[in-house]
């Protein structure tokens, strides 16, 4: 019996194989993402050709969501916001383009402040001539604080912990999760929970206790999706991670197992 609550699984240079692929649907994905700030747009529509050729294969509908790089900048640790820039930069606006004619479900709008960051880019969709649902992704404080009319605005929510945790204190953000969690189910939107849910197996077949009650968490609380990231994109084991996190879903989904008895 396959789990309730959706898994979201980043495809990349490790999973980008249509046998990959495919088992990892059989494990238990659901949904496939695209991450624009990496790769180029040529390789980007070869996982797509081959993320839709696995879902034939395995005969599920795997919907797609294009990851847009957002206004971000690059660090010697990674990428951080750039305020100098539009919401919807330029780069995004190509990607856009591209991700219509791919046919993407879905897309996901990196450092969204505002309920105005999530129009402009409805704008832009909208221009284009078609209608795509946005995933507003919360990794700023200044989103937690318009969190309210962002939800009103974006047709999903994903709580980005990553970029989220250098933007507020990162012992808040267990607390911060359950609470957008609860606002987005209170809005009847979607939310996702994402960023190193199981990051210990980019490189090990096991994930950490630690790890399997952070997804546990997740689905406690009520989110609809949990999502893998450096996991199944660069990992040494993406199957695997989609495995075990269906396989923690799935229990997580069932309850708890009774009172245990006090020593």
Do not use: C, W
């Not at 005969?59 to 100098?84: W, Y």
Request: negative net charge; aromatic residues 4%; glycine residues 8%.
């Amino acid at each position: 019996m396959s789990s309730k609550s959706q898994i979201i699984a980043t495809i990349g240079p490790s999973s980008g194989e249509v046998n990959i692929i495919a088992r990892m649907i059989e494990s238990g994905m659901d949904v496939a993402r695209i991450n624009f700030s990496h790769g180029t747009r040529e390789g980007n529509m070869g996982y797509v050709t081959r993320i839709r050729e696995a879902a034939k294969v395995s005969g599920k509908k795997i919907p797609i969501i294009q990851d847009l790089s957002g206004p971000r900048m690059k660090t010697d640790t990674g990428h951080v916001f750039n305020a100098e820039e539009e919401s919807v930069t330029e780069k995004d606006l190509a990607d856009i383009d591209f991700g219509i004619r791919a046919g993407v479900e879905y897309i996901a709008q990196s450092y969204v402040g505002s309920a105005k960051d999530v129009s402009t880019l409805r704008s832009a969709i909208k221009e284009r001539g078609v209608k795509i649902p946005i995933i507003a992704k919360i990794e700023r404080a200044e989103a937690i604080k318009n969190l309210d009319e962002i939800l009103l605005e974006a047709d999903a929510i994903m709580v980005a912990r990553g970029d989220l945790g250098l933007n507020v204190p990162i012992e808040d953000i267990p607390f911060l999760e359950k609470d957008m969690v609860a606002k987005a189910r209170l809005a009847g939107k979607p939310v996702i929970v994402a960023t190193e849910m199981l990051y210990s197996m980019v490189g090990n077949q096991r994930p950490t206790r630690a790890e399997v009650t952070d997804v546990a968490y997740a689905i406690l609380i009520g989110a609809d999706a949990v999502m893998l990231s450096d996991e199944t994109a660069r990992g040494k084991y993406p199957v695997e991670a989609v495995a075990v996190m269906e396989k923690i879903i799935t229990r997580s989904e069932r309850g708890n197992i009774g009172k245990i008895n006090a020593l």
